[in-house]
């Protein structure tokens, strides 16, 4: 909503200066922060991230930190991966980034960023450990999700097994999935089942009457209430109704569950010393402990939800990066 009298390009502007403002607040010791970092004390601070994660599971990740490093504290800024990297790319224009760093749930969105100029090259040094398949060249993967199947306990259709069985007339009315334009996790999900079955299987999932839900958090959130009896989601999400005895399954399907490392990068020209410290520290043994107590799974050592067995779906990130804008413009005119 703009001011009575001015310009769209106007009030961007006193939007930007704004941002820029509040974030000079938030970092105002950063030479203190260089000179705690050269000395090797934990650094004080504010570090600000842009996360795709639920303010639950942001919240958790960022009081773990600050019980590490009493002297930082960690603003967490959560919505979906398409809304973050809109904001990003609006800041960038603005010359005002509000983030340090971003947490992400789409390789493709670092990579689009990365190619803008928003990312920054550097890697925290904890990644020197990671596999390369959890690597691009502006982010590494701090956690994994996957992309299930839910269903409701409650209801009398059978339970799925694949994605394949998703497009069956028996769930008319009953599926929901999310929308690959705010979902990151979405996104993989319709580049591999547009590459394994063709548009004609989203085109059949509209005539059966799917609903798209932006969140797969509400898609999730719809399936534990009843709304609906089916669902595509990712395991995080699947993980907390879990835990909070909701009425509902998760079904690893047959046909793969999709792997989606979860980018963590650096904004450029922001990578501060409480920034390279909560990036070492999510990568680093106790960091990813508390990665996986959220539902999440870590880069490094077991997963709290994958089963032993489950079929899993690697996503060729090049191919998907280059194909990104047709996808969302298919998924797009079939949704409308």
Avoid at 16 to 39: K, T
């Amino acid at each position: 909503m703009l001011m009575k009298g001015l310009s769209v390009a106007a009030a961007a502007v006193v939007v930007a200066a704004g941002v820029a403002a509040w974030h000079a607040e938030q970092h105002p010791h950063a030479p203190a922060q260089a000179a705690a970092s050269a000395q090797g004390a934990k650094p004080a601070g504010t570090v600000t991230v842009y996360a795709a994660l639920t303010q639950q599971n942001a919240q958790a990740l960022a009081q773990a930190f600050e019980a590490y490093d009493p002297a930082a504290r960690v603003q967490m800024v959560t919505t979906g991966t398409g809304a973050l990297v809109t904001r990003l790319e609006s800041e960038a224009k603005a010359h005002a980034i509000g983030a340090d760093m971003v947490l992400l749930a789409d390789p493709t969105a670092a990579d689009t960023l990365a190619a803008q100029g928003i990312l920054s090259r550097e890697k925290p040094s904890a990644a020197s450990h990671l596999p390369s398949a959890d690597q691009g060249a502006n982010w590494v993967g701090a956690y994994v999700f996957h992309d299930v199947i839910v269903y409701h306990k409650g209801m009398s259709l059978p339970v799925p097994r694949s994605w394949r069985d998703l497009t069956n007339a028996a769930y008319k009315g009953e599926v929901e999935i999310g929308d690959p334009s705010y979902s990151g996790t979405t996104m993989a999900f319709v580049g591999m089942m547009e590459t394994r079955y063709g548009w004609n299987y989203f085109e059949t999932l509209k005539q059966n009457g799917a609903a798209v839900q932006s969140s797969v958090k509400t898609v999730a959130d719809d399936v534990a209430s009843g709304k609906v009896d089916v669902g595509m989601t990712n395991d995080s999400a699947a993980f907390t109704l879990v835990k909070q005895e909701s009425p509902i399954g998760v079904v690893w399907p047959q046909d793969g569950a999709i792997v989606v490392p979860g980018p963590l990068a650096f904004v450029k020209g922001h990578e501060t010393p409480v920034a390279k410290a909560f990036a070492n520290w999510l990568l680093s043994p106790a960091g990813q402990k508390v990665v996986a107590s959220v539902g999440l799974s870590p880069v490094l050592g077991a997963s709290p939800t994958v089963p032993k067995g489950a079929s899993l779906t690697q996503v060729p990130w090049a191919q998907l990066e280059r194909d990104r804008a047709n996808i969302l413009r298919e998924f797009a005119q079939i949704f409308r």
